[in-house]
């Protein structure tokens, strides 16, 4: 194997092993809201507005619809973390596809010569 591409095959090779050590991963975001009741003569509607929460909620897409869920407060840091996985995760693929890339351009680059070497 010629060096470059040694190189980049080490590259390569480092980054795989990267993502075993990526945990859970999860698609969305999370928020902190805070909303009315809509009861007319609850604090929510008075001026200004004293609402109720904090609500925790995950959304994400699905199928092109957005999906949302109400989060327990205690599982907020397991929901964060698995969306800093996922973006970790897709950082390191990132970082692999230009591996990639460069690796061919480098090898289409070396058959061009050739081929006009003949």
Known sequence: MPE????????????ARQLAHIGPVLKGSVVKRFMPCGKPNCRCQ??????HGP??????AVNGKTLTRRLAPEHVPLYLEWIDN??????????MYHLSQQATADQASKASK???AR
């Open 46 to 51: 008075a001026d200004p507005p004293q609402l």
């Open 55 to 60: 609500y925790w909620q995950w959304s994400t």
């Open 86 to 95: 996922r973006k970790r995760l897709e950082a390191l693929l990132a970082k």
């Open 114 to 116: 050739t081929a006009s």
């Open 4 to 15: 470059p591409l040694q190189q980049l095959h080490k590259s390569h090779q480092r980054l």
